[in-house]
């Protein structure tokens, strides 16, 4: 069992960065592949970034790309989202969810993922 504990949301001006934090429990972090995901009020829930569980392999989605990256401290368990100029529509509720696979392949769909945290907000403004 993994519990997922997020951190580091808020409110922040458009062109501003923020960086979420998610740490881990359980002495297996390292062997999980570890995504993001958002959503927005009245939409569904979207894969942001993930990382594989060696940290060699990464995939964003076509909206972030360029903005955000995503990186992992397997001594820390934590995995990190760090987002650089920020627009209105990344205002959402992000969730980190653990994948329990050695796949070198980064998971997109929410199935694929095993676990997930309860979601910090952010909150972008004009």
């Known amino acids: 069992q993994v519990q997922l504990v997020e951190s580091g949301g808020g409110l922040v001006q458009a062109g501003g960065s923020l960086r979420l934090s998610c740490a881990a429990s359980?002495?297996?972090?390292?062997?999980?592949?570890m995504g993001w995901f958002r959503q927005a009020p009245g939409k569904e829930r979207e894969f942001v970034a993930g990382?594989?569980?060696?940290?060699?392999?990464?995939s964003f989605a076509d909206s972030v790309k360029g903005r955000f990256s995503i990186s992992r401290d397997n001594a820390k368990n934590t995995v990190y989202l760090q987002m650089n100029s920020l627009k209105l529509e990344d205002t959402a509720v992000y969730y980190c969810?653990?994948?329990?696979?050695?796949?070198?392949?980064?998971?997109?769909?929410?199935?694929?993922?095993?676990?997930w945290g309860q979601g910090t907000q952010v909150t972008v403004s004009s």
């Open positions: 969810a653990a994948a329990r696979t050695y796949s070198t392949v980064v998971g997109k769909r929410q199935y694929e993922y095993d676990y």
């Open positions: 359980g002495r297996t972090f390292s062997s999980y592949n």
């Open positions: 990382i594989t569980w060696t940290g060699g392999t990464t």
